[in-house]
Nanobody, 120 residues
């Protein structure tokens, strides 16, 4: 079993900052990549940022220069969000691609989601 526990969402005024954290636990032998997606009401879920096991990062154009993804350790990923805008309001989901056994393929897991609300 694999669990992803997210924390750090909340309400903030425009221009403020929040930090999201996601910790993976359970039967994990390796992690390929960790990332954050978000879904606003009436919109599709979209990639916000991701980081690979090698440290390569990828960001949505809308958050470049404002958000930073990092790994606190092998199984924990953080998303520092600065200069937040009302359009950043969404449910943010942690996403981890990992292997639960040697010789097995990689599987994608999702967190339960954490609400981020940015007021104008």
């Amino acid at each position: 079993q694999v669990q992803l526990v997210e924390s750090g969402g909340g309400l903030v005024q425009a221009g403020g900052s929040l930090r999201l954290s996601c910790a993976a636990s359970g039967s994990i032998v390796s992690i390929n990549a960790l990332g954050w997606f978000r879904q606003a009401p009436g919109k599709q879920r979209e990639l916000v940022a991701a980081i690979t096991s090698g440290g390569t990062t990828n960001y949505a154009d809308s958050v470049k220069g404002r958000f930073t993804i990092s790994r606190a350790n092998a199984k924990t990923v953080n998303l520092q969000m600065n200069s937040l805008k009302p359009e950043d309001t969404a449910v943010y989901y942690c996403n981890v691609v990992l292997r639960t056994g040697w010789g097995l393929g990689a599987t994608e897991y999702w967190g339960q989601g954490t609400q981020v609300t940015v007021s104008s």
